[in-house]
Structures are given as structure tokens and as C-alpha cells.
T-cell receptor, first 112, second 113 residues
Framework: GDSVTQMEGPVTLSEEAFLTINCTYT??????LFWYVQYPGEGLQLLLK?????DKGSNKGFEATYRKETTSFHLEKGSVQVSDSAVYFC???????????FGKGTKLTVNP | KAGVTQTPRYLIKTRGQQVTLSCSPI?????VSWYQQTPGQGLQFLFE???????NKGNFPGRFSGRQFSNSRSEMNVSTLELGDSALYLC????????????FGPGTRLLVL
């Protein structure tokens, strides 16, 4: 079945550091790819998405590119802020399906 | 436009009891999906409803059930609660499902004692 693997956390960075969270997936066909973020005590918020190969999703300084050849969708941000501290989830959605398949999540802590 | 709302936000139950959780989707959205989030298993898909019909179901026992009303509001029910049912239950809505972006509510945190 479909699956998502993302780097184990937790990740601790200083403010203004560069962030990369790796995400790879296993799926048949061409799924849509998502990054969701969860702040403490809250539900999931969509951070960005990409629906076809080589698409780049971006939002709030975060970026991720749909790499079909490596089945990856790594999340990057050039300069993190304390307010970016949260848990980040990579997810895939197969065409015609309503079932999101999530990675385990990566907890990011940014220190001032 | 108001987001997805879930009630109650917190719930404490004891083993053997049953519980009903409610989800109101974004206005105009007709598809509602439910997920369970636990530290051990992460986020897992429970089921999805569209136009009052269950279209997809995850790998959960029959104690977990749901329904959707004509106004698209959805409820999920867990009967004969077990300690392992303690989790954050999230619902998400889309206009009609498929490859659309799912918008999540804040969740209902259930603690089973």
C-alpha cells in the first residue's frame, strides 16, 4: 500500500537557520503531495501542496518540489523563526481517493 | 467563511462507554473525512462521507462508526471504549472529495480512563 517516510525528529534549530525536512513516498501512479503543520493544541493546517511532477509548492517562506524520479517532496525554508516551531507532516493523496496517507511527523523547535 | 468546527473539544470517558463526536464542515463542503491521531500510530484514516453515504473506510474495528446528515454535518461514534481509543480525532472537509485539499478542524481530544 501507499506509504510516506519522513525524517525522524525532533529537529532543533536556531533562529534564521536553514531548514530541510526530508519526505519520500511509495505509491502507484501520480499522487498529490502535501505538507501540513500542526501547532501545539491545534488541528492540521495546510502549508503547501503540489499535484504533478516538478511542481513547486510554496507558502510563508516554505517550499517543496514534487520530484517524481526520486519520489520525494522535501520541505525547505531558508531562515526559520521561533514561530515556525510545530510538528510538520508530509502526506500523499491518490487520485480518486479521499484518504490522506501521512508520515509520522517531524517536530521542529526553533530557539531564539 | 467559517472553518471546520468540531465539538466537543475535550472529552473524558471510561472504558466500556460510548462516545459521539460531531463535525461541521466548511459551508458548501459536502465531503467529510475522519482521522485518528495517536503518538504511537500517527494519523490514520477512519472513514469518509459524501452526500450522506460512506465512500471509504479505513482499517478500524466495527466499534467505530459514522454518519452524515443532509446538511453535511457528520458524527462519529465509538462504542465500548477501550484505553487505546484515547486520541485526537480530526475531521476534514472538501467540496466533493477526490484530489481536493482537505481542510481540518481543531480536533476532539478523547481520553479514556
Amino acid at each position: 500500500g501507499d506509504s510516506v517516510t519522513q525524517m525522524e525528529g525532533p529537529v532543533t534549530l536556531s533562529e534564521e537557520a536553514f531548514l530541510t525536512i526530508n519526505c519520500t513516498y511509495t505509491a502507484t501512479g501520480y499522487p498529490s503531495l502535501f505538507w501540513y503543520v500542526q501547532y501545539p493544541g491545534e488541528g492540521l493546517q495546510l502549508l503547501l501542496k503540489a499535484t504533478k511532477a516538478d511542481d513547486k509548492g510554496s507558502n510563508k517562506g516554505f517550499e517543496a518540489t514534487y520530484r517524481k524520479e526520486t519520489t520525494s517532496f522535501h520541505l525547505e525554508k531558508g531562515s526559520v523563526q521561533v514561530s515556525d516551531s510545530a510538528v510538520y507532516f508530509c502526506a500523499i493523496l491518490q487520485g480518486g481517493s479521499e484518504k490522506l496517507v501521512f508520515g509520522k511527523g517531524t517536530k521542529l523547535t526553533v530557539n531564539p | 467563511k467559517a472553518g471546520v468546527t468540531q465539538t466537543p473539544r475535550y472529552l473524558i470517558k471510561t472504558r466500556g462507554q460510548q462516545v459521539t463526536l460531531s463535525c461541521s464542515p466548511i459551508s458548501g463542503h459536502r465531503s467529510v473525512s475522519w482521522y485518528q491521531q495517536t503518538p504511537g500510530q500517527g494519523l490514520q484514516f477512519l472513514f469518509e462521507y459524501f452526500s450522506e453515504t460512506q465512500r471509504n473506510k479505513g482499517n478500524f474495528p466495527g466499534r467505530f462508526s459514522g454518519r452524515q446528515f443532509s446538511n453535511s454535518r457528520s458524527e462519529m461514534n465509538v462504542s465500548t471504549l477501550e484505553l487505546g481509543d484515547s486520541a485526537l480525532y480530526l475531521c476534514a472537509s472538501t467540496i466533493s472529495g477526490g484530489e481536493e485539499t482537505q481542510y481540518f478542524g481543531p480536533g476532539t481530544r478523547l481520553l479514556v480512563l
